[in-house]
């Protein structure tokens, strides 16, 4: 239909993906690089915004770009979520990110900021109670335990907003990335709750809101320099990596849903009418007046990627093939698939997996198959 191209650019979990389309939708080129996460503490999960976030992005893009920056008419981020980099003025980390729910250093924070604040008010004005999903507590954590870190911060980003403030200098954050930002944002108002974010962030000023769909920037000089794309091209304001998935997969309208598998997992309804549920994550849709209603898992993916290290590398083929010559109930193994605590809807970062009803007759592939059936 036409010769312009987009680029789509996704930095996940474990790995970052990047995909130029023509106007029809049409894929004409796709590139995709391994990353991993860090965990150094129990129940610390991090990546290096730099190297992890940026630099895979910039690595995608010399694969992808090269020959054909003034054909892309656009550029649109998505990226795991909801995640914390603080930085400085000029948008520089001060340390590694902290990520989204498998990350649970902030429990104590939680029981704190709900207490100050009620669990009823932070329900009614957020859509969903503080947990290892709520980034507010983390931020809170930061103040209370890095204090040279957040003595030093003068923005505070997410692995989506990071890379459009890398491309464009601009610092944004997409309404339903917000809605993930409890206790600081109201999902009904679609604003900062400013007297909350005193208490919480004292003395920071939060990102422009924008969403998804909009234009926030476009690409400077020197992302042009460091990428290939031609500056000045348009940037849009993206979202969190799974709930892109929701929308391009087309879902529409109350009573649709989509169950999202990644290195953790997540059940969606999109337009949702229910009301908050404590049980659940209410939180912003993807364009103005629009609201879902979500559940998370905390371990998916990464139970069966864990294994297969365990199994110095494994072919997922083999571990497969053996996982169905197990058969269902993995030959009366029992799997609980806790091994970084719980979000929904138990919000309980303390879980912990298990595997019970083990003998010395069970092979890895019911092992296996009895973290696939968790």
């Known amino acids: 239909m036409t010769d312009g191209l987009f680029l789509g650019l996704d930095v996940g979990s474990s790995s970052t993906k990047g995909v130029l389309v023509d106007g029809d939708g049409g894929l004409v080129d796709s590139a995709r690089l391994r990353h991993g996460i860090s965990r150094p503490r129990p129940g610390w999960a991090e990546q290096d915004a730099e190297r992890d976030w940026w630099g895979s992005v910039l690595d995608v893009c010399r694969l992808l770009v090269a020959g054909r920056a003034r054909r892309v008419r656009a550029v649109g981020v998505s990226a795991l979520g909801p995640c914390l980099l603080p930085a400085d003025e000029n948008g520089r980390p001060l340390r590694p990110a902290i990520l989204y729910g498998i990350d649970t250093r902030a429990s104590a924070q939680v ?17 969903a109670l503080l ?44 309404h339903h990335t ?6 600081l944002y109201d999902v009904r108002r679609n604003e900062w709750i400013e007297e909350w974010v005193a208490g919480v962030a004292p003395g920071l ?37 799974s709930w892109a998935e929701v929308a391009a997969s087309g879902l529409r309208g109350p009573g ?39 559940a998370g898992v905390a371990s998916a993916g990464a139970l069966t990627g864990w294994l297969r290290e365990l199994s110095g590398g494994a072919p997922y083929d083999e571990l497969y093939e053996e996982a169905a010559g197990a058969g269902p109930g993995a030959g009366g193994l029992l799997a609980l698939p806790y091994f970084a605590g719980e979000r929904t809807p138990f919000f309980d970062p303390d879980l912990r997996g298990a595997v019970f009803g083990l003998t010395a007759a069970h092979r890895r592939g019911h092992v296996f198959r009895a973290l696939l059936e968790a």
């Open 111 to 127: 029981e704190r900021l709900t207490a100050e604040l009620g669990a009823a008010d932070i329900l009614a004005r957020c859509g």
């Open 131 to 174: 947990s290892s999903q709520s980034v507010g507590p983390k931020i809170r954590w930061l103040v209370e335990e890095e204090p040279p870190v957040w003595a030093a911060t003068r923005r505070v980003f997410g692995a989506g907003s990071y890379l459009i403030g890398r491309l464009t200098g601009e610092y944004v954050l997409d």
């Open 178 to 183: 917000a809605s993930h930002w409890a206790p």
């Open 205 to 241: 000023p939060l990102p422009r809101l924008v969403w998804p769909h909009e234009e926030c920037g476009r690409v400077s000089r020197a992302a042009a320099t460091a990428t290939g794309l031609a500056e000045g091209t348009p940037v849009a304001g993206g979202t969190i990596d």
């Open 256 to 294: 649709r849903g989509l169950l999202v598998y990644g290195t953790s997992m997540f059940l969606a309804e999109v337009d949702s009418p229910a009301r908050p549920d404590p049980r659940l994550w209410n939180t912003v849709g993807f364009v103005p007046g629009s609201r879902n209603i979500a």
